[in-house]
């Protein structure tokens, strides 16, 4: 089960998003990486990060509570549920919101495991393999928006898993695994493994 740290802030969502950032620069770390509604920042400890997400109502979750309901912490409760090599390892999740204003959304701060974006040039050429490490007959790591459910037959534990979580967490949210959600794990052998962060919205 995830566990998740909840704190009352009286303040919009925008508002502690941007001051969180705006805090985190001046605490010696920086933005790594920045999507549409959340954004990658550096954490002391070389290995891990924190992922900034700002969950609303955006994608017309008209519920009372938004952050319960979002793609991404449909995912983290999922990939709890389902541990698989294939997912993020996620150490601590914290949420920020106004109790009063529940229905507002909240801001969600995740430290997580530290990536390698799958374009860097030290893993880039591996990608094909990665894909095959999850099921053989993958081309790409983003086929599995249409082939994931073939996952849930698998013989492999972490491929089963992977498949559960992402069936879980697609019928309940949009799928979004494109490029730019999936980064590679590097075990201290060298060896790679692709790892799938953020499939849904």
Not at 35 to 44: I, R
Not at 153 to 170: I, P, V
């Amino acid at each position: 089960m995830l566990k998740i740290n909840r704190h009352s802030v009286v303040a919009t969502p925008d508002s502690v998003f941007d001051t969180f950032l705006a805090k985190a620069e001046t605490h010696n770390t920086h933005r790594l990486g920045a999507g549409a509604f959340a954004c990658t920042v550096s954490h002391p400890d070389p290995a891990l990060v924190v992922k900034v997400c700002k969950m609303t109502d955006l994608f017309g979750r008209k519920t009372s509570n938004p952050v319960e309901t979002d793609g991404y912490m449909q995912w983290m409760r999922n990939i709890a549920e389902y541990p698989t090599i294939f997912a993020p390892r996620i150490y601590r999740v914290d949420v920020l919101q106004d109790p009063a204003n529940l229905r507002n959304g909240g801001v969600t701060l995740i430290m997580m495991e530290r990536l390698i974006p799958n374009g860097d040039n030290t893993v880039r050429k591996h990608a094909h393999a990665m894909a095959q490490l999850i099921d053989p007959r993958l081309e790409y790591v983003t086929e599995l928006e249409v082939s994931y459910k073939r996952l849930k037959r698998s013989e492999s534990k972490d491929a089963y898993n992977l498949g559960m979580a992402l069936d879980k967490t697609w019928s309940s949210s949009r799928k979004d695994l494109h490029g730019g959600n999936w980064m590679v794990r590097k075990y201290k052998d060298g060896s790679l493994c692709p790892v799938i962060t953020d499939p849904a919205v």
